[in-house]
Nanobody, 123 residues
């Protein structure tokens, strides 16, 4: 099983910045795509940004120009830089990773979720 550990959440004032990190660990795995999702109180989970193993990125319209997703393959870590945060960005942010893991003599696809990290933006 590939495990994810998220870090970097917290409380910030509107207009401020935070950087989230999602570190993957496990044996014999490769990542095809990593995404950051969020769930605000009373709302459904929504995609914030994603990045593929080739470096292609995708952003939700509501974060374009404010958030940036990047990765450090040497650390198996994906980052989400969040600038110019506003109150509507308050939510629990989750990391999601798709990939392949070599187990019992074959490659098996996996889909892992992090535990979530709270971001609260105050006005």
């Amino acid at each position: 099983q590939v495990q994810l550990v998220e870090s970097g959440g917290g409380l910030v004032q509107a207009g401020g910045s935070l950087r989230l990190a999602c570190a993957a660990s496990g044996t014999s795995f490769s990542v095809s795509q990593t995404g950051w999702y969020r769930r605000a109180p009373g709302k459904q989970r929504e995609l914030v940004a994603s990045i593929t193993n080739s470096g292609s990125t995708n952003y939700a319209d509501f974060v374009k120009g404010r958030f940036g997703i990047s990765r450090d393959n040497s650390k198996s870590t994906v980052y989400l830089q969040m600038d110019n945060l506003n109150v509507e960005d308050t939510a629990v942010y989750y990391c999601n990773v798709h990939g392949l893991q070599y187990k019992r003599g074959q490659f098996i696809s996996f889909d892992s979720w992090g535990q979530g990290t709270q971001i609260t933006v105050s006005s």
